[in-house]
RNA sequence: GGUGGGGUUCCCGAGUGGCCAAAGGGAACAGACUGUAAAUCUGUCGUCGGACGACUUCGGUGGUUCAAAUCCACCCCCCACCA
């Protein structure tokens, strides 16, 4: 994964120029949407306008006329005929090797298609092999594969060697949506992310590619197939009042006055999470309806049908490998990297520095820690992260198959045999 | 060699007669998770037992005391300053 990287700025892509103007467009868009209680889960009109609109910024290049209206089609299909639209999501904890086996996904395609390219032309059709008809009812076959982020960290512009954002090698392989295009001052959340990964899921899908996600931020898949409260956007003002009082009172007082609003939730959360307490009072007070009314209402059912493959291995082998991926991260010019980003946006409070090895970098090249401590917590840090993605997933997806690093023939015959299968009518993939 | 300070449970560190299995922090282990999620937060954390409890522990040995991590003696080790 991180080894291979060539390049440390994925600004330059050759073959996919528009990822980041798309990335950005549509989170733009799906901001400015942000207030439609509806739009989350693919549900409403707005929502398969915003695919729309959306698709017709970004998606300029390949596909200008096709896709968005086949988006459209492919989520209007779904729900009409009850289909699931398949996505493999690969997930596993920081460092097992998510990004390594989705390239090498990726590459299988090419390996058995030699003069296949990433990016196809509108109207021409793939390859067929003569050799492997399908037996079954003759569904398409899959032309490649779309790679989207599912991780909360790798969109950050500034940050591509420290969030180990596949590099040149990877994204040569296939289009590669969602990385490296915020800014370090913005903010990311799970709403947009679903905006977003909906968006890439459905053009993909419309260019009879396999969408797969690729990323260690739990909540996120969760919420992308499972749904979230259509909760409007909260006003900066509001959740800026909230965090004040939580300033002067502490916790545990917002805790005890959203019990008299909220009873059920603040039963729920602990009278010190901080954070809970906060966005609880802010939806409370910007939508006038408790945090437990939004989350009773009954989410629509996901056009999804997420295909689960986990990379899992004991810690003490994970801890190797994150050691070591620290170390590579130091030599392609993670200090550096660290230092520009500081140039273009020195406060680090802003939401891209709160990632971990940015906090620690920065510490660093503000003198407060040495190169030695820095990597000591930037370790440790990773080490406690990694152990809270593990105990997410051990419970979240429940029909995962798990493998361990390098069972990269083992996932490709699996994921095959998932596809051709039903309620999967495709031919077989490779 | 002299003077002063110090050795506490995995680590840092508080405790200077009983309320001490020993504050607090860290690590570790387990867990929660509905728009900051690489976030936020929780539980356990000497050993054995279900809780009440029993047993072992505060550099070592010996002593004083009803009672010691805490007081005394000697010994070992560390640090600072003086020589």
Redesign the pocket.
Known sequence: MTGTRKTKSPNQRPGFPRDRADARAGLQETGAR?GCAQG?RGGCAQDVHGVHGGCAQGVAGGCAQGVPCAAQAVLAGARKTGAKIPVLCLIGP?GSGKTGLAAAIAGEWLKTRPGMVPEREPGQEPEREPGREPEREPGPALDGCVIINA????VYRDFPI???QPGIAETGLCPHRMYGFLETSE??????FIRMAQEAILEATAQNRLPVLVG?????LK?LFG?????P??PQAVADFW?GRLKDEGPEALHSHLSEIDKDYAA?I?P?????I??ALSVWQSTGETFSWW?SRPLPESPYAPITLGIDLP?SELEIRLRGRILEMLEQGAVLEAEKAFERCPNPDA?GW????CAELFAHIKGRLTLDECVGQWF??????A???K??F??DPKDALWLRPGQKDEAIAWLNARLSADPFPFRPLF
């Not at 010190?272 to 809970?276: G, V």
């Open positions: 942000g989350v920081t991780d909360s960290r790798q420290i969030t180990a903010k990311f959340s799970a709403g947009a260690g931020t739990g909540l996120y919420t749904g979230i409260a259509p909760i956007a909260i965090h729920q602990h010190r999470d901080s954070q809970r906060v966005r989350h810690m939401p709160s990632g971990i090895g440790k840090n990773t080490r406690a992260y152990k809270r993605q105990t997410w051990r419970k």
